[in-house]
T-cell receptor, first 114, second 114 residues
Framework: NAGVTQTPKFRILKIGQSMTLQCAQD?????MYWYRQDPGMGLKLIYY???????DKGEVPNGYNVSRSTTEDFPLRLELAAPSQTSVYFC?????????????FGPGTRLLVL | GNSVTQMEGPVTLSEEAFLTINCTYT??????LFWYVQYPGEGLQLLLK?????DKGSNKGFEATYRKETTSFHLEKGSVQVSDSAVYFC?????????????FGTGTKLQVIP
């Protein structure tokens, strides 16, 4: 299994540009998550999904959109990039939402908005 | 709300030294507690977890005990190696029905020198 994969690894955007961060998992997990990590801060949840066709907002959803058309893929869309979106983005997945459930993370996408 | 507080890093130790990374939490009830580790260039991965008071999680020589009375989950290792150099995240997940988000600490960077 490849686990959770993310592309690209690094990207520079200009203000106002748009892009899609790709995330895929091959573990047949129903639950998927997008986090952002800012320097010196913990991970903040952007969006999550409990299954194909079902998504919901996390703590910091503004400026982002997601879709979940398949179990495997959970892309994150930035429509109008802003400097405040400079961060490292992590995608994660889990088999269930039980409180003791482990989340599996991708390697992250580093985004710089100038 | 829920929160996790970790000691600030970076922590620099010589090989074979004893490691303690402090973690305290604020939450209602009895959350599940986790330590995740992030090696350079990789995503977070679960190191150990504990789901109830007085439980001890252990893995790869690391240990942490769920202390309800002090709301702590400190990470310890008796003899660190250069390969333990990474960023360590403490996290909690409430023990309630339905989806409950994971709250992460800010991470503690550990550097082990030969």
């Amino acid at each position: 299994n490849a686990g959770v994969t993310q592309t690209p690894k690094f990207r520079i955007l200009k203000i106002g540009q748009s892009m899609t961060l790709q995330c895929a998992q091959d573990m047949n997990h129903n639950y998927m998550y997008w986090y952002r990590q800012d320097p010196g801060m913990g991970l903040k949840l952007i969006y999550y999904s409990v299954g194909a066709g079902i998504t919901d907002k996390g703590e910091v959803p503004n400026g982002y959109n997601v879709s979940r058309s398949t179990t495997e893929d959970f892309p994150l869309r930035l429509e109008l990039a802003a400097p405040s979106q400079t961060s490292v983005y992590f995608c994660a997945s889990s088999y269930s939402i039980a409180n003791q459930e482990t989340q599996y993370f991708g390697p992250g996408t580093r985004l710089l908005v100038l | 709300g829920n929160s996790v507080t970790q000691m600030e890093g970076p922590v620099t130790l010589s090989e074979e030294a004893f490691l303690t990374i402090n973690c305290t939490y604020t939450a209602t009830g009895y959350p599940s507690l986790f330590w995740y580790v992030q090696y350079p260039g990789e995503g977070l991965q679960l190191l150990l977890k504990a789901t109830k008071a007085d439980d001890k999680g252990s893995n790869k020589g690391f240990e942490a005990t769920y202390r309800k009375e002090t709301t702590s989950f400190h990470l310890e290792k008796g003899s660190v190696q250069v390969s333990d150099s990474a960023v360590y995240f403490c996290a909690l997940r409430p023990n309630s029905g339905g989806y409950q988000k994971v709250t992460f600490g800010t991470g503690t960077k550990l550097q082990v020198i030969p």
